[in-house]
């Protein structure tokens, strides 16, 4: 069956780095957008960013822009986020996604067709 599986959460200073990546299996990534939620204790899951499959156009919520990039690699049928300056409200679990819909659709309307299981990400001293 399909899958996504994301690594590379964990816990961080505020101020630091983490690169999370999201492998897919048993499909290609090539034709989905592709993006980056999160979900923090109490909240609604929020779009982080997206990334479209056939322009590379981006969303970033206001909240990440200049810190987070995402970025695909689609010989290695992989997804990444290089998240940095990482601040404590940034703590949440971190889902990747695919869908055919739209970039904007996908991150601002929370649509995806398929889902990864999450990583933690804890920012704190």
């Known amino acids: 069956q399909v899958q996504l599986v994301e690594s590379g959460g964990g816990l961080v200073q505020p101020g630091g780095s983490l690169r999370l990546s999201c492998a897919a299996s048993r499909f290609t990534l090539d034709y989905y957008n592709i993006g980056w939620f999160r979900q923090a204790p109490g909240k609604e899951r929020e779009g982080v960013s997206c990334m479209s499959s056939s322009d590379g156009r981006t969303y970033y919520a206001d909240s990440v822009k200049s810190r987070f990039t995402i970025s695909r690699d689609n010989a290695k049928n992989t997804v990444y986020l290089q998240m940095n300056s990482l601040k404590p409200e940034d703590t949440a679990v971190y889902y990747c996604?695919?869908?055919?819909?739209?970039?904007?659709?996908?991150?601002?309307?929370?649509?995806?067709?398929?889902w990864g299981q999450g990583t933690q990400v804890t920012v704190s001293s």
């Open positions: 996604a695919a869908s055919i819909a739209t970039v904007q659709v996908m991150c601002v309307r929370d649509r995806a067709d398929y």
